[in-house]
């Protein structure tokens, strides 16, 4: 039987063992998850580091208040973002160079579709929309959360959450509608 | 429609999408008979889903951190183990200390003054 996750995190303050099997159940989330944000796998890996260090330091101080674990680790990885593009000085738009040049399109540019170019255009819509609209479409989309869960890692009731989505899309629409007309 | 209902709409149809394991773009769900506005935001939401697939980390990334970061469990614990548990705070021990010498003063200000007393009580007593 699988032990519950809160004995796992208490043991993992004292036991490496421990600690790895959290790290291995929430690593490719995480990875996802800034790797979304950013837009690059050699940021993606350097913040998963980071977070991950972050999270081992400061076990002692998690408390289990309703509050799991993931969405205590989703904060940390959400604080290395904004730190890093606030350290980098790098609006969000800048990721989209490192979109545009996946190792795919590079190799063969003749594959670039109408489809690829649309996606693009909305990739770059996203990226421009504030820090806490991108996070909620990652948390939905890529992660596949809940509402009830998102708003737990966002610290907001569940109404407010599906409330943000709703704008976030006009937003988002408008966005791209600029993109078009420029 | 009520921004409620759309509200409403827009969740249950992002809810929808995560339960579905592959969506394709050629393939739309059938919107027949929807408000033209919430069938646009329905169709961006598949959209923005699509544009998010979900990125893994290498292997070799992975178990390089798994290793880096248990080394780093090894030494904090063995750490811990040699500091031993935690030892009073520099405040305590000098807050004690200061009530300690407040309560000695204390104590020799009242005895010094129960003694005065008690040697003015034996003079009056003398001089009567």
Same mark, same amino acid.
């Given at each position: 039987?699988?032990?519950?996750?809160?004995?796992?995190?208490?043991?993992?303050?004292?036991? @490496?063992?421990? #600690?790895?099997?959290?790290?291995?159940?929430?690593?490719? %989330?995480?990875?996802?998850?800034?790797?979304?944000?950013?837009? +690059?796998?050699?940021?993606?890996?350097?913040?998963?580091?980071?977070?991950?260090?972050?999270?081992?330091?400061?076990?002692?101080? #998690?408390?289990? !208040?309703?509050? &799991? =674990?993931?969405?205590?680790?989703?904060?940390?990885?959400?604080?290395?973002?904004?730190?890093?593009?606030?350290?980098? /000085?790098?609006?969000?738009?800048?990721?989209?160079?490192?979109?545009?040049?996946?190792?795919?399109?590079?190799?063969? @540019?003749?594959?670039?579709?109408?489809?690829?170019?649309?996606? /693009?255009?909305?990739?770059?819509?996203?990226?421009?929309?504030?820090?806490?609209?991108?996070?909620?479409?990652?948390? *939905? #989309?890529?992660?596949?959360?809940?509402?009830?869960?998102?708003? !737990?890692?966002?610290?907001?009731?569940?109404?407010?959450?599906? +409330?943000?989505?709703? !704008?976030?899309?006009?937003?988002?629409?408008?966005?791209?509608? *600029?993109?078009?007309?420029? | 429609?009520?921004?409620?209902?759309?509200?409403?709409?827009?969740?249950?149809?992002?809810?929808?999408?995560?339960?579905?394991?592959?969506?394709?773009?050629?393939?739309?769900?059938?919107?027949?008979?929807?408000?033209?506005?919430?069938?646009?935001?329905?169709?961006?939401?598949?959209?923005?889903? =699509?544009?998010?697939? @979900?990125?893994? &980390?290498?292997?070799?990334?992975?178990?390089?951190?798994?290793?880096?970061?248990?080394?780093?469990?090894?030494? %904090?614990? %063995?750490?811990?183990?040699?500091?031993? @548990? &935690?030892?009073?705070?520099?405040?305590?021990?000098?807050?004690?200390?200061?009530?300690?010498?407040?309560?000695?003063?204390?104590?020799?200000?009242?005895?010094?003054?129960?003694? /005065?007393?008690?040697? *003015?009580?034996?003079?009056?007593?003398?001089?009567?």
């Amino acid at each position: 039987m699988e032990e519950p996750e809160q004995l796992l995190v208490e043991r993992a303050r004292t036991d @490496p063992a421990a #600690f790895a099997s959290l790290y291995k159940t929430y690593v490719d %989330r995480m990875y996802n998850y800034i790797y979304q944000r950013t837009g +690059s796998h050699a940021d993606a890996e350097d913040l998963t580091a980071r977070t991950f260090l972050r999270a081992l330091v400061h076990l002692d101080s #998690f408390v289990f !208040r309703g509050v &799991p =674990f993931s969405a205590w680790l989703y904060r940390i990885a959400h604080n290395a973002v904004v730190n890093w593009y606030r350290d980098q /000085r790098r609006h969000q738009v800048v990721t989209l160079d490192t979109l545009a040049l996946s190792a795919q399109e590079s190799e063969r @540019p003749e594959a670039v579709t109408q489809a690829r170019e649309q996606e /693009r255009a909305l990739l770059g819509a996203m990226h421009r929309l504030p820090a806490e609209r991108q996070e909620l479409l990652v948390l *939905k #989309f890529s992660e596949g959360l809940t509402n009830a869960e998102i708003g !737990r890692v966002m610290g907001r009731t569940e109404g407010a959450i599906k +409330s943000l989505y709703h !704008r976030t899309l006009l937003d988002l629409r408008e966005l791209l509608g *600029k993109t078009k007309t420029d | 429609m009520r921004h409620e209902e759309v509200r409403e709409a827009l969740a249950a149809h992002a809810d929808q999408l995560n339960t579905v394991n592959s969506l394709s773009a050629h393939s739309p769900p059938d919107r027949g008979g929807q408000d033209p506005e919430l069938g646009a935001l329905f169709q961006l939401a598949e959209r923005v889903k =699509f544009a998010l697939a @979900p990125a893994r &980390p290498s292997e070799d990334f992975t178990l390089k951190l798994l290793t880096d970061l248990t080394e780093v469990a090894r030494q %904090r614990m %063995r750490r811990d183990i040699l500091i031993g @548990p &935690p030892k009073p705070r520099a405040e305590l021990i000098i807050g004690a200390a200061v009530a300690l010498v407040g309560g000695i003063a204390y104590l020799i200000h009242s005895y010094t003054r129960a003694a /005065r007393q008690v040697g *003015k009580s034996g003079q009056r007593a003398h001089t009567a």
